[in-house]
């Protein structure tokens, strides 16, 4: 039910660093972040709570730079994700390797390893993820 409530939104996130502060409130987006060597700006849009259950979503932008490898990393509820510009290579865990560019979307379930690696113009997504309360939003992968 919850992967109804939310539809295509976009990718990734780098593997230890949060994305937004848990006490943001729902229409809040602050200031941008950038991380991973500069390699990737994100921009809180807004983050809510999802009624009735102990998750929220999150909703970003991320921007990319070219030819770059995101880092394997895991979230604890699922990414919906958009690519509004360039394209991006996602590789998931158990998955063969998916070409994405500016238009197409893709779902990560919760918990399961990726990365992505971006083309020679960069990336640039929008990322719906919706996770548990409380835990941060992207985790290191082995």
Known sequence: MI???LIGAALTAV???PLLATTASAQTAPAAVTAGA???KRTPLQKAD???TNYEAVTA???IVPSVMIGKHTHPGSENSYVLEGDIVLMVTGQPER???AGESFTIPAGVPHDGKTGPNGAKI???YVVE???PLASPAP
């Open 126 to 128: 929008i990322v719906t």
């Open 99 to 101: 070409a994405l560019k």
């Open 61 to 63: 932008i991320a921007e």
């Open 38 to 40: 500069n390699n990737i």
């Open 3 to 5: 992967s109804r409530l």
């Open 50 to 52: 999802v009624a009735g």
């Open 15 to 17: 593997a230890a660093l």
């Open 133 to 135: 309360k409380g835990k």
